[in-house]
């Protein structure tokens, strides 16, 4: 057993799809994390799971009047206690816009095409409250009972939209949260929905941070976790879209852009911080995800690895298909057997 140790973060965006067409729980939640925690659990690894707890309140409203959210919202909740009672963390993840989602009940679908309030700054600042505090109230209603130990203390942004802090910072300090896993160091985007410039953000996996999460601030209250991007060079992405382009075609195994996701028509008004930034819609470079692992990328992932101490997966459960989910069990095969992985965030803190 190689005794060099390696943090390996692996967290997921536990939601729905965000655009005309939903999908459904089964198919973009319970059924895909039942196949990936299959893996993850064989190596006693620890994930991290951020709920879209939007939309659960949305189930929850609609589920006085319609069964099927009744029981979409019951299989939610029974999954997650598992989770949780498994030794992961569930932590939640906001995305606004679910405020007007409309519902189909014969589809038992969702349209999330009103992306008007896709910013946590678009909310007035009642609606911000709101939406934060039952947020968490719905994670610990469904995690701990009463009198349970709470330790709810993350958080990621939907569509990593975090900016600017000082909207979120008053709810971080009101509920305990210590540690935000929102920022895709030298990254911007800014569309009619997203809304981020991480371009001057420390290029360090880990570092404390007060009022600005892309400003290192060594005594500041709250912990950034960096989401790592990876370089694909063009070569390797052409054959990796002839690959995709023909795995779909023989197995039909497709989960990608069901149902559309957000508008992503990017706007002039807006220039990044630095000219370090990326483009988020036009880079070489990507978060490094579950969904995206392909045989063609495998030996990238792997030199990622060896290369670095700290490596962190954003995935989301609805992109996942058969194929990525063997090339992640046989990623983990890999690491396993050559490193000492810890995946305990809070064991990656520095001096812990
Ligand atoms: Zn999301």
């Known amino acids: 057993m190689n005794s060099l140790k390696k943090d390996l973060l692996l967290t997921f965006d536990y939601e729905l799809f965000l655009g005309s067409a939903s999908g459904s ?42 069964d099927a959210c009744y029981s979409s919202l019951e299989k939610v909740k029974t999954q997650l206690k598992t989770l949780n009672k498994n030794g992961h963390s569930v932590f939640p993840h906001i995305h606004p816009h679910w405020i007007d989602a409309k519902y189909d009940p014969n589809k038992n679908e969702w349209s999330l095409v009103d992306v008007s309030k896709y910013r946590f700054n678009n909310l007035s600042p009642n609606d911000r409250e709101m939406v934060f505090d039952s947020s968490i109230k719905v994670l610990n209603d469904i995690l701990y009972d009463a009198d349970g130990k709470k330790n709810i203390n993350g958080y990621r942004a939907g569509g990593w939209s975090i900016q600017p802090f000082k909207d979120f910072k008053p709810f971080f300090i009101k509920h305990g949260i210590k540690f935000d896993f929102s920022v895709q160091s030298q990254f911007y985007q800014f569309t009619d929905a997203q809304h981020f410039d991480f371009s001057d953000a420390p290029l360090k996996p880990i ?47 497709h989960t990608f852009n069901y149902g559309h996701g957000h508008a992503s028509t990017d706007t002039s008004e807006h220039t990044p911080r630095s000219s370090r930034g990326y ?15 392909t045989p063609i990328k495998q030996s990238l992932y792997r030199n990622f690895i060896k290369q670095n101490g700290f490596m962190h997966f954003i995935s989301h459960p609805k992109m996942i298909n058969k194929q990525n989910i063997k090339c992640f069990s046989s990623f983990l095969d890999y690491a396993n057997s050559r490193y000492n992985i810890e995946s305990d965030f809070m064991k990656m803190l520095p001096n812990k």
């Not at 054959?239 to 075609?249: A, C, P, R």
């Not at 483009?279 to 692992?293: K, T």
């Open 25 to 66: 729980v089964d198919s973009c939640m319970i059924d895909p994390t039942n196949r990936i925690m299959e893996h993850i659990d064989k190596h006693n690894l620890k994930a991290i799971f951020f709920v879209d707890t939007t939309c659960l309140l949305k189930l929850s409203e609609y589920s006085q009047n319609y």
């Open 207 to 253: 570092y404390n941070f007060t009022d600005d999460v892309t400003s290192e601030d060594s005594d500041g209250i709250f912990t950034e976790f960096s989401i790592n991007n990876i370089y694909i060079p063009k070569y390797i992405n052409k054959i990796n879209k002839t690959f995709l382009k023909i795995y779909y075609k023989l197995t039909g195994d």
């Open 279 to 293: 483009n988020m819609s036009d880079s070489d470079y990507e978060r490094i995800a579950i969904e995206l692992m």
